[in-house]
């Protein structure tokens, strides 16, 4: 379909060229949205194109992105396309997890599975192709960790030179271990996720870098395909609840776009519920959401689920039209419930890293206060890999994790490793024990 640059506000709604290297409206620096011409959606033949696709070995078929290049931009040309095989990712029962949270059935769609261990990569192939058609050289980021692990990979299959900013002392270490071995020239800041994202943005505009954070509008087309893949393995029947962790806000709005755009095309009947989890400390949306005022950044956002610990959400207008369409929730979670939630994930046999466990916490939560109820169908949206984050996991069952204000977070699923010297019976008695 052919597509173009909207401006998002809607007392502005001006258009520009997909090829225009711009972030936000010139005219009214509103947010910016990819918008399509309609007129040739085809529900039926893509369905039955799509899943003929996953047949198919060629690269831009074998991607779970690109498979549904239909409701991307670039308009069917895709000699640019720079692609890791991302999205494909697998939907998991949680019996466990469903009995924690007092629901009849859950079930996961791990975002976790992806080439880098995260969500971002579904993006990021979108945005990382975008790079390539500009013809930029140096693409950008800050990050909390994951979209700098991806845009660093892309970057590099791409053959670009990637350039990150992360906030010093305030990622974990798989994640920064990441882009070094991706090759990104990494620059660690003393300053917090939205003091450094206004300086990248700065800069890149002065020094002509592309930008990769999800302000960028091609990262949002990107991750819509994560909603149109889910969609497609429950045979195109919504569940009543869509469950994702909120931080910069990019991911919801994805969603919310990627269903709206499914309901429009006709390839769905109905529109899930979102749900957005926050982490207690990080949670400016939740406000926003509960009506305490106009939107208030939170200049100093604190959890250990490092992924989301942001205070100043650049794409809240975009979330907040998502929850209100879909008659949506938005709750947060403490460092204990994020904490459990995560170890109760861990006993599935699945796993993920802490900001994504926030969706069980948040789920647990709603449905304690009769939001969602012990029969809805609910989807959660885990967003990272179990092993993003093992100094968080290691703490936690040892009894060593510390909140952000000191004290120890007392784990109500704790396993601790024990030490045994190199004797049977020794051994044996303690397997007895
Ligand atoms: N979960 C994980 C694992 C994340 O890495 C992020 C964001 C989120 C959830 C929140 O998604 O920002 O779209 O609301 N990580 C970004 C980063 C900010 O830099 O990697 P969001």
Request: hydrophobic share 40%; proline share 6%; charged share 20%.
């Amino acid at each position: 379909m052919q597509a173009q640059l909207t401006c998002f506000e809607p007392n502005c709604r001006a258009h520009f060229p997909i090829d225009e290297v711009i972030y936000t409206c010139p005219s009214c620096g509103g947010l910016l949205e990819v918008t399509y011409d309609a007129t040739t959606a085809n529900a039926g033949g893509w369905k039955s194109l799509w899943r003929e696709r996953r047949t198919s070995n060629t690269p831009l078929d074998a991607s779970g992105v690109w498979r549904y290049r239909e409701i991307l931009p670039f308009d069917g040309e895709t000699d640019h396309v720079v692609t890791l095989r991302e999205g494909n990712t697998a939907l998991l029962e949680g019996p466990r997890a469903a009995e924690y949270a007092g629901l009849d059935r859950i079930r996961f769609k791990h975002q976790g599975f992806n080439p880098t261990g995260s969500f971002k990569d579904n993006g990021m192939t979108c945005g990382a192709t975008q790079a390539v058609r500009l013809g930029k050289r140096r693409v950008a980021c800050v990050s909390t960790g994951n979209t700098s692990a991806s845009m660093a990979a892309y970057a590099a299959a791409a053959g670009l030179d990637p350039i990150i900013f992360l906030p010093h002392g305030n990622i974990s270490f798989g994640k920064l271990s990441q882009a070094l071995e991706y090759g990104a020239r990494t620059i660690q800041v003393d300053a917090n996720f939205d003091q450094i994202l206004a300086l990248v943005r700065t800069l890149s505009e002065q020094l002509g870098i592309y930008l990769l954070n999800s302000i960028n509008p091609f990262r949002i087309e990107g991750q819509k395909t994560i909603q149109f893949e889910l969609m497609e393995q429950l045979d195109w029947h919504p569940p009543d609840w869509v469950v994702l962790p909120g931080g910069n806000l990019g991911n919801v709005s994805a969603f919310g776009k990627a269903l709206r755009e499914m309901l429009a095309f006709g390839l769905i009947s109905k529109m899930p519920r979102l749900a957005v989890v926050q982490a207690e400390g990080s949670a400016p949306f939740y406000a926003l959401m509960h009506g305490e005022g106009p939107f208030r950044a939170v200049a100093h956002p604190e959890t250990l689920a490092t992924a989301i610990k942001i205070g100043d959400p650049v794409s809240w207008p975009k979330a907040q039209r998502e929850i209100r369409e879909s008659n949506g929730v938005v709750e947060k979670a403490t460092e204990t419930e994020i904490a459990d939630a995560k170890a109760v994930i861990g006993r599935c046999g699945i796993g993920c890293e802490p900001a994504s466990a926030a969706t069980l916490a948040g789920i647990r939560k709603l449905r304690r206060a009769g939001v969602i109820r012990g029969d809805d169908n609910v989807v959660a949206v885990l967003t990272g890999n179990v092993l993003k984050d093992p100094d968080y996991i290691y703490g936690y069952h040892t009894g060593t994790l510390k909140q952000p204000d000191g004290q120890l977070i007392a784990g109500a699923f704790q396993n601790k490793p024990v030490v045994a010297p190199n004797d049977t019976d020794a051994i044996m008695k303690l397997l007895e024990g």
